[in-house]
């Protein structure tokens, strides 16, 4: 089954007197399960194509489908739900919530989730497994400025995770973590895939992650490579 179908997908943003082309017609079918990884050049087009698939952008033209369903249609309610009960965002600039602890920003999603039913206590507790098997046990409390780079790239990725997506999408998610973290981080995913069937999206230039991959797309000046 496939949960991601993207189909002549282009999109086009204004620069003053120009248009960027940053994705030019693309299309590809990832399924259930999958551990994508995305590669190309710097400006090829792999974080734009990431945003389109997470519906945090809007394609120009083509057609986007989650789980079989057309989303270039939805409303933005519609999105903001898809977005928060579906899909999960390892974002490269973290993203996190500068007033909060490390385990408030990864409690927060499982907040916003009411229909979930689950008590304060279970999503602390969620939450502090999370960051626990992430390596942060003692920095709970800290807030991201009193994290390192590597730290918040590790909270991001529980706050990722901690939801239960049914896909998760990641814009060079090891590019701030030592090789020794970043090799525990894509452990724990890869399991997390072929124990939930959590399909993975990367964008990167990480060899460790193209060895966990079971596909690799290639992009380039917004096209899919061969």
């Known amino acids: 089954m496939n949960v991601i179908e993207l189909e002549n997908v282009k999109k086009d943003y204004p620069l003053g007197a120009t248009t960027v082309h940053a994705l030019r017609g693309v299309s590809l079918a ?15 087009g792999k974080t734009t194509l990431l945003n ?14 989650i789980h079989g369903k057309e989303v270039t249609t939805h409303s ?4 903001t739900d898809l977005r928060l009960h579906t899909i999960g965002f390892i974002f490269q600039t973290f993203n996190l919530i500068p007033v909060l602890s490390a385990r408030e920003n990864v ?12 008590t304060n ?17 003692e920095q709970m409390s800290q807030k991201p400025f009193e994290l390192s780079g590597g730290q918040r790239q590790r909270v991001a990725i529980a706050r990722a995770l901690v939801t239960k997506p ?15 973290t970043g090799e525990m981080i894509l452990k724990q995913m890869k399991e997390l895939n072929l124990l ?11 060899p460790d992650i193209l060895k966990y ?3 690799v797309l290639k992009i380039k000046d917004g096209l899919m490579a061969s």
């Open 107 to 118: 409690e927060f999603p499982l907040l916003l989730m009411k229909k979930e039913n689950l």
């Open 30 to 44: 990832i399924k259930e399960g999958d551990f994508i990884s995305i590669v190309g050049p710097s400006g090829s």
């Open 213 to 215: 991959a079971n596909g």
């Open 121 to 137: 206590k279970e999503i602390r507790r969620r939450a502090e497994k999370l960051l626990e098997e992430v390596g942060l046990k």
């Open 166 to 180: 049914a896909i998760v999408l990641a814009d060079e998610p090891t590019a701030n973590l030592d090789s020794e």
């Open 76 to 79: 933005d309610r519609r999105l």
């Open 52 to 65: 389109i698939i997470g519906c945090i952008d809007n394609a120009t033209e083509g057609s986007v489908k």
């Open 196 to 206: 939930e069937k959590t399909t993975f999206v990367f964008s990167t230039h990480d």
